[in-house]
């Protein structure tokens, strides 16, 4: 009895040391998958933290280019207020008898004077800033290629580190393991993979490093919004950086500022009825009247709400028979505005098909300050007879007439069946009523003229620019949309809609910044030192092969069954054991595996108790290479990871898959390259 429940005994406490050593190295196995694949995410959410920190500097530096060309461009603006003095000076002279010349030459000279030392000064400063900062951005942008290749790299070396540190001896990669992270190197390190048609949504690269010197077609370019080429990227930095500007590299009139009256830039405007007004000067609209049959009438005269000066007068006769009532009015409006922005700009040829990269682009900026005499005028006549008997009155006549000249534009027109006297009442964003005298042309039922009409006089212009040789903006570069060509006119703070010129033309007019200058400080380039936008790194948002890579990734390790027994058998003063001790559990397919999944994050802490990281607006912000809050954590496998492990590690189908073609031809392709 002894000797057979001896050898029992034995049997058990041998299959327990194999079982118990096999679950140990399954537990350290795992440790070490776990490790790996934490430690991986870990440095590639620092790759991602550190090429978001260094794409705003980026950013930050071309907003700092901006604003000096912009300060370069008030400084040009500021000296050209002489010449346009001394130019008006040359009509005036005459009729004046000369009086103009000994008030403007002192003023102009003033202007010039100032004008030209602040120019000195601010081009220099142009020039120093735009170098400065381009050669900063392009070592940004080294800097980031070789950051991203480093983590590459590193996270290669964590993988035998982890291994030796923390797995049991002899483990190594799994065949799955290694595919899987081929594949990640492929879709987030961006590496190619050999045989993989990389263009397919599958093998998408969550990351991306943009190349300025890679060019699409002008079309291809514009239909491009999600940055896929590397065209298209630079039109989305390039958005971002004009839209990160300060109130002063923008312009006042930029959207979504232009109607906060807080919004302080380089543009302004002074009504000068209005200030009058303010000042006491002028009244606000007083109102007279007389009430009472027959005869009515009524009268209001001062400044408007939004600067206008002037007068409606209107009465009529009502009798039991009949009657009429005439109504008219006459405003007038004189602004000091000045407008201006800088922009960065894709600059291309204007014709044909052309190429547009990161290159491409070009800071210049704008600005313009114009005299604007506004003009209203109008009124209205009804008549009407009444039946006694129905005691119903029939109109005869009834027209209205209206006439303003505001903006560069004039309209005239008639309207029927309810003249339309006066400004019209509107609300503004906070409620309050505003009467506006630009809504009447929307209330005519016949148009006699309504287009452009100059009611302005330019006292100051200037248009500058930085960039290379090869990006030089050109006149037709500078057609705005009224006259075909490509600049919007809300463009450069809306400085665009006005005439940017030394002299005002003597030959046909042209408005907006078609008009180059005619003295060479206004056409050259201030600087070339700007060569484009640098090399940058940004995520493209992809999550690619059905989610087992890009920020995902997954990590296996394998150990076979025979370097299982010389671990803890050859190399450990005994043999394995033999005969009726033999033991026969085998590992499936020969190998004991591990997996292990990872994945980079993006998390901004929005906690109220936060306040040091919570955006100031509340809004959820999104992952991508310009926020840096990327985070690693581990996650959970999926059931398709583990059905992928089983398929690829063991050759064991465990079940058909049908989780979509995404799925399927994934399986197929890691068929494909098994041997």
């Known amino acids: 009895m002894t000797m057979m429940f001896g050898v029992v005994l034995v049997l058990v406490a041998l299959t327990l040391f194999r079982t118990g050593r096999i679950t140990s190295d399954k537990m350290e196995m795992q440790n070490a998958a776990d490790a790996i694949a934490y430690s991986m995410s870990t440095i590639e959410a620092r790759d991602l933290n550190f090429a978001a920190y260094t794409n705003r500097a980026i950013v930050a530096n071309e907003v700092a280019m901006g604003q000096a060309l912009g300060?370069?461009?008030?400084?040009?603006?500021?000296?050209?207020?002489?010449?346009?003095?001394?130019?008006?000076?040359?009509?005036?002279?005459?009729?004046?008898?000369?009086?103009?010349?000994?008030?403007?030459?002192?003023?102009?000279?003033?202007?010039r004077t100032t004008g030209t030392v602040f120019m000195t000064i601010m081009d220099?400063?142009?020039?120093?800033?735009?170098?400065?900062?381009?050669?900063?951005n392009l070592a940004y942008g080294i800097a980031q290629q070789i950051y991203h290749l480093a983590a590459v790299v590193n996270t290669l070396g964590v993988i035998d580190e982890m291994i030796q540190k923390n797995a049991p001896d002899n483990t190594q990669m799994s065949g799955y393991g290694v595919l899987m992270l081929l594949a990640h190197l492929g879709t987030y390190g961006g590496l190619p993979l050999p045989g993989v048609i990389t263009s397919q949504d599958a093998f998408a690269p969550f990351t991306k490093s943009y190349n300025p010197t890679s060019k699409e077609t002008k079309e291809d370019w514009q239909a491009d919004t999600a940055g896929e080429t590397d065209a298209g990227g630079y039109g989305r930095l390039a958005a971002?950086?004009?839209?990160?500007?300060?109130?002063?590299?923008?312009?006042?009139?930029?959207?979504?500022?232009?109607?906060?009256?807080?919004?302080?830039g380089r543009g302004w405007e002074i009504n000068l009825f209005k200030k009058m007004e303010e000042a006491g000067l002028l009244p606000a609209p007083i109102s007279l009247g007389v009430e009472g049959p027959p005869v009515?009438?009524?009268?209001?005269?001062?400044?408007?709400?939004?600067?206008?000066?002037?007068?409606?007068?209107?009465?009529?006769?009502?009798?039991?028979?009949?009657?009429?009532?005439?109504?008219?009015?006459?405003?007038?409006?004189?602004?000091?505005?000045?407008?201006?922005?800088?922009?960065?700009?894709?600059?291309?040829p204007v014709t044909g098909n052309p190429q547009v990269g990161g290159t491409s682009f070009a800071w210049s900026s704008a600005d313009a300050t114009n005299f604007e005499l506004g003009f209203a005028g109008g009124g209205g006549f009804e008549a009407w007879i009444t039946i006694p008997i129905i005691d119903q009155d029939i109109t005869i006549?009834?027209?209205?007439?209206?006439?303003?000249?505001?903006?560069?534009?004039?309209?005239?027109?008639?309207?029927?069946?309810?003249?339309?006297?006066?400004?019209?009442?509107?609300?503004?964003?906070?409620?309050?009523?505003?009467?506006?005298?630009?809504?009447?042309a929307g209330d005519a039922d016949v148009s006699i003229y309504d287009g452009p009409f100059p009611n302005t006089a330019p006292i100051g212009a200037a248009f500058v620019q930085s960039g290379s040789t090869a990006n030089k903006i050109t006149t037709p570069h500078l057609v705005t949309e009224a006259t075909g060509g490509p600049v919007s006119e809300d463009s450069y703070g809306k400085a665009a809609a006005r005439l940017l010129a030394?002299?005002?033309?003597?030959?046909?007019?042209?408005?907006?910044?078609?008009?180059?200058?005619?003295?060479?400080?206004?056409?050259?380039v201030v600087s070339t030192s700007h060569k484009g936008l640098p090399r940058y790194i940004d995520t493209t948002g992809s999550e690619p092969l059905a989610k087992m890579g890009g920020p995902l990734l997954i990590v296996g390790l394998q150990m076979g069954e025979d370097d299982f027994d010389t671990a803890h058998y050859d190399d450990h003063g005994g043999a394995e054991p033999a005969g009726q001790f033999t033991l026969d559990e085998a590992f499936g397919?020969?190998?004991?595996?591990?997996?292990?999944?990872?994945?980079?994050?993006?998390?901004?802490?929005?906690?109220?108790?936060?306040?040091?990281?919570?955006?100031?607006?509340?809004?959820?912000?999104?992952?991508?290479?310009?926020?840096?809050y990327w985070q690693a954590r581990l996650i959970e496998t999926s059931h398709a990871d583990r059905v992928l492990a089983l398929l690829v590690e063991?050759?064991?189908?465990?079940?058909?898959?049908?989780?979509?073609?995404?799925?399927?031809?994934?399986?197929?392709?890691?068929?494909?390259?098994?041997?």
């Open 71 to 111: 300060m370069a461009s008030w400084a040009h603006h500021w000296e050209s207020i002489g010449d346009f003095l001394q130019e008006y000076d040359t009509y005036l002279a005459t009729p004046t008898l000369g009086i103009s010349t000994t008030i403007i030459t002192p003023m102009a000279t003033g202007f």
């Open 124 to 136: 220099a400063y142009a020039k120093v800033m735009t170098a400065v900062n381009t050669n900063v």
């Open 240 to 264: 971002i950086i004009q839209d990160s500007g300060d109130p002063f590299t923008k312009g006042r009139q930029n959207p979504p500022y232009h109607d906060n009256p807080d919004y302080t």
């Open 296 to 348: 009515s009438g009524y009268m209001r005269f001062g400044v408007w709400p939004d600067g206008w000066l002037g007068f409606e007068m209107g009465g009529g006769f009502d009798t039991p028979i009949g009657g009429f009532s005439i109504d008219y009015y006459i405003k007038i409006q004189f602004t000091m505005k000045r407008e201006g922005g800088s922009e960065l700009r894709a600059v291309m």
């Open 397 to 440: 006549i009834d027209i209205g007439f209206d006439i303003l000249v505001d903006n560069d534009h004039m309209f005239i027109g008639f309207s029927f069946g309810g003249s339309e006297s006066g400004c019209h009442t509107t609300q503004d964003e906070d409620g309050n009523d505003v009467e506006s005298c630009e809504t009447v």
């Open 502 to 524: 030394r002299y005002y033309p003597t030959g046909p007019q042209a408005t907006g910044i078609v008009f180059q200058p005619s003295d060479p400080r206004y056409t050259d």
């Open 589 to 628: 397919a020969g190998d004991m595996t591990a997996i292990a999944k990872s994945e980079v994050y993006f998390d901004r802490p929005l906690d109220r108790f936060v306040d040091y990281f919570a955006r100031s607006d509340g809004h959820v912000e999104h992952g991508s290479a310009f926020n840096p």
């Open 650 to 675: 063991h050759g064991e189908v465990a079940q058909t898959i049908t989780f979509g073609e995404d799925i399927d031809s994934l399986v197929d392709w890691l068929a494909g390259l098994l041997p």
